[in-house]
C-alpha cells in the first residue's frame, strides 16, 4: 500500500522529481487518511497540531464571520494546508472541509518539521508554495480594497 501512496506523491506537481524511495520516506512520516464529503478536518483557532497533504479530492479552505461563512480557496491534490499554522506555532486561520470524498496525508507537527530539517528541497518547495500563496492572499485583499474605493468613489461622484 505505501508503494501505491509513494507513487501518488511522486505524481504530484510539488514533488516532481522525487524517486519513489524518497516519497515513501515522506509517506511513513505521516498518516494516510481517506475523509468523507462535508467531514472538517480542522477548524479556524484550532491548535496546529498537524499538516494536511492533498493526495486526491477536493478540500474548502473558509471561514466564518457574522455567522456567514466565506470560502477563501478550493485545495486539490498536491496541495498543503496548515503548514504556516504548525511553523509559526499559531492557531489556525482558516478552517478546511471536505468537498468531495478525498485522500489526505496527515503529518503530525513534529514529522513535518523534522521532514523540512532533513530535506532541504522538500523545504525550498513547501516555502516557495506558501509564500505564493501568501502573496496571492495579498494581491487578492489589495484588489478588494481598490475595488471597494473605486465604487465608493463613482458613487460619490454619481
Known sequence: ????????VTALPLFNGYTIPGAQRIVRAGKINDVAKGEVLFKEGDPPDFVLLVLKGTLQVYVERHGTEMVLTEAGPSTILGELAVLCGMPRSASVRVVEDSTVLQWPASEFRGLLVKDVSLSHRIFRESLRTLIDKEKSLIESLTDDDQVKRSEQTA
Open 1 to 8: 500500500m505505501s508503494d501505491e501512496y509513494a507513487a501518488m
